[in-house]
């Protein structure tokens, strides 16, 4: 290029008869565009290598403030389910609690209504324990239910399972009430 700013290309026949002429970009954007490549590489070697600004790194940061912040205890309580047992007393408690609760939604009769059924064997989320425990814990917020993990304890949400299971015991594998009755 040079500092002609008046001089034609000479191009006429090949672009339909367009003129060109060869204007050189103007200095104040050459320097913007030099200032820029040099900002680009300065920085990405200052955010990867001196700062150590990963995205591992900032997610990592991250999760150990949401850590302390919100502590996994009960999210541990839940996976273990070590202390969950079918007793006649956790689905007597479990009854209570499911009048009280999720009736509205479940119907006395666990035949469902808004919410489905836990009479069938059509077990959406599934009708094994841990399938049950979580769905109570962490709810289905896109169809409506909500997670009982804030408003009921770790007993509570185990003894609402209990109850549910007892309720159906050949979806769940579970015993019936006439085995936790000692019946059968």
């Not at 300065?42 to 591992?56: L, N, Q, R, T, W």
């Not at 990592?60 to 273990?80: C, H, I, K, N």
């Not at 289905?140 to 399972?161: C, D, F, R, S, T």
Request: aromatic share 10%.
């Amino acid at each position: 290029m040079s500092k002609e700013t008046n001089r034609l290309l000479g191009h006429s026949d090949e672009a339909d008869g367009i003129e060109e002429y060869d204007n050189p970009l103007p200095d104040w954007w050459l320097g913007m565009f030099w200032l820029t490549i040099f900002w680009a590489i300065g920085y990405g070697v200052h955010y990867h290598f001196i700062a150590d600004k990963s995205f591992e790194t900032v997610l990592a940061a991250e999760m150990a403030a949401a850590e302390v912040l919100y502590p996994a205890q009960a999210a541990a309580e839940a996976a273990s389910g070590a202390d969950f047992t079918v007793t006649a007393e956790a689905a007597a408690a479990g009854e209570t609690i499911y009048m009280t609760n999720c009736v509205a939604c479940h119907s006395p009769t666990l035949e469902g209504g808004i919410g489905p059924s836990f009479v069938d064997d059509e077990w959406i989320h599934g009708g094994q324990a841990e399938n049950i425990l979580n769905t109570i814990q962490v709810g289905v917020p896109a169809k409506g239910m909500i997670p009982w993990a804030g408003i009921l304890n770790q007993e509570q949400i185990n003894q609402v399972a209990a109850y549910i299971i007892t309720k159906n015991s050949e979806a769940t594998g579970r015993p019936t009430d006439d085995f936790l009755s000692g019946g059968a």
